[in-house]
Each structure stands twice: as structure tokens, then as C-alpha cells.
Nanobody
């Protein structure tokens, strides 16, 4: 069992930056693939970024590529999402998720555990 807690969300102006954190409980965090998803008002939850258990493999949604960076620190049981050059369309609740299969993918169904989410609001 893994429990995930996101933090770092908030209100920022367009062009600004935020860093989200996802703290995981449990001793097996380093074995899990991890991902970030987001859900904007009135829209379905969508993939943002993923990272493998070692951190050696990452991928991003086209909408955030070049602006967002996913990383993890297995010693701290924490995953991060550095978000730069934020746009109003990045406004959403951001969720972290854990995949027991160590890879982490772009599909929500691949993930076994989810956090409660953290709100990111980007003003124009």
C-alpha cells in the first residue's frame, strides 16, 4: 500500500513557475513508476508526465513538453514536477499516481494509487 500526498500548488501569474511535490509513504516507493495527471474544470483528467522507477525514463504530454520537468528522489520518497512558463490553460487540479509495474505510463488505468490532488491556478 502506498499513500500519496501532493503539495506545492497555488496561484501564480502567467509566465511564472511552481514546483509540485508528491510525498509517498511506504518502503517500496523506489519500485514504482510514477506519474502526474491534471484535471481542469469541466474536463477529463489528462496525462501530464511520467517517470520510471529509476528516473531514467521520462515522458511528457505535448502541451507541457519543454516547460515541465518531472523528477524523483527515491531516498526521500518524493517525486517532483517543476513547472515553468505557466499558462492559464495549465490551471487544474494536479494529481500524482503510482504504478506498481515500475514503469509508469500515460494511461490512468496503469496506476494503482492516487493522491488527493493540489490546485494550480494560473492567472493571465
Amino acid at each position: 500500500q502506498v499513500q500519496l500526498v501532493e503539495s506545492g500548488g497555488g496561484l501564480v501569474q502567467a509566465g511564472g513557475s511552481l514546483r509540485l511535490s508528491c510525498a509517498a509513504s511506504g518502503r517500496t516507493f523506489s519500485r514504482y513508476g510514477m506519474g502526474w495527471f491534471r484535471q481542469a474544470p469541466g474536463k477529463e483528467r489528462e496525462f501530464v508526465a511520467r517517470i520510471s522507477w529509476t528516473g531514467g525514463s521520462t515522458s511528457y504530454a505535448d502541451s507541457v513538453k519543454g516547460r515541465f520537468t518531472i523528477s524523483r528522489d527515491n531516498a526521500k520518497n518524493t517525486m517532483y514536477l517543476q513547472m515553468n512558463s505557466l499558462k492559464p490553460e495549465d490551471t487544474a487540479v494536479y494529481y500524482c499516481a503510482a504504478d506498481r509495474n515500475a514503469f509508469g505510463g500515460a494511461q490512468q488505468r496503469e496506476y494503482d494509487y492516487w493522491g488527493q490532488g493540489t490546485q494550480v491556478t494560473v492567472s493571465s
